[in-house]
């Protein structure tokens, strides 16, 4: 490579005998120039043309090696990357990488596979991390299976559940065709409830029931319902 040889003559004079030597202000006296000299001088120009050439090759050789070392070290930082991270996850105690793990559980799409389950896919770590943190189960959507609820309410501990139902299939269908069918009619944890279509629960056990809200339609007016209740926010 072109001015590679004049790169390493000059780094070995620093090494040898540091910069001040190697590169001295006063360009009449190096190594190559011994005698006192006046920079004026014009028989010393074809020197100073050599001095800015040498320069020159350094800075090209060193331009080159820069262009060269920063792409490897790109390189090796995108190879690296991954490898890092994994070693982060590893030194982390279980009890922050739950912490973590719950604060995915606003993240979780719509589909049957929430990112809880994924969690508990990825590693034994994780499975075992995931299953003890009863928060990321706590969610239930009316389109997972029996196996699939029945996993997740057992995962959840005493949590609270959040039960999530689209506006077109209605929690009363929910809770009838389904989770009667689980021998699930005992809430005694559920104390909030808001729904968009009629709602209709007289047959379900609810003694914590303490708060709803609702779109367009009422509640039924039972007394056990009216005596319990603490907040109630209708929208029409």
Same mark, same amino acid.
């Given at each position: ?72 070290? !790109?390189?090796?930082?995108?190879? $690296?990357?991954? #490898?890092? =991270?994994?070693?982060? @996850?590893? %030194?982390?105690?279980?009890?922050i &990488? ?40 706590t ?10 609820? !029945?996993?997740?309410?057992?995962? $959840?501990?005493? #949590?609270? =559940?959040?039960?999530? @139902?689209? %506006?077109?299939?209605?929690?009363? &269908?929910?809770?009838?065709d ?17 729904y968009?279509?009629?709602l ?33 926010e209708?929208?029409?």
């Amino acid at each position: 490579m072109e001015g590679l040889d004049d790169l390493l003559n000059l780094l070995t004079r620093v090494k040898k005998n540091g910069w001040e030597d190697a590169l001295p202000d006063d360009l009449c006296q190096n190594n190559y120039q011994q005698e006192t000299c006046h920079p004026t001088h014009s028989r010393h120009l074809p020197t100073y043309l050599q001095e800015i050439e040498v320069a020159r090759l350094c800075m090209k050789a060193l331009n080159e090696a820069q262009r060269r070392l920063g792409k490897r070290l !790109r390189r090796l930082r995108r190879l $690296s990357k991954p #490898l890092v =991270l994994e070693d982060g @996850i590893k %030194r982390l105690p279980d009890d922050i &990488l739950a912490i973590i793990f719950e604060a995915t559980r606003h993240f979780s799409g719509d589909g049957p596979n929430q990112f809880a389950v994924c969690l508990s896919h990825v590693s034994r770590r994780f499975r075992s991390v995931a299953l003890a943190t009863h928060l990321l189960w706590t969610t239930i959507r009316n389109n997972y299976g029996e196996n699939q609820t !029945r996993e997740f309410i057992s995962r $959840s501990g005493r #949590l609270d =559940l959040d039960i999530k @139902i689209p %506006r077109k299939s209605g929690i009363e &269908l929910f809770l009838k065709d389904f989770l009667e069918e689980l021998g699930m009619t005992d809430f005694s944890q559920l104390r909030h409830v808001t729904y968009l279509w009629p709602l209709e629960v007289s047959e379900f056990s609810m003694p914590r029931l303490s708060q709803a809200e609702g779109w367009g339609w009422l509640l039924p007016a039972n007394d056990w319902f009216l005596s319990k209740f603490t907040h109630v926010e209708f929208h029409p």
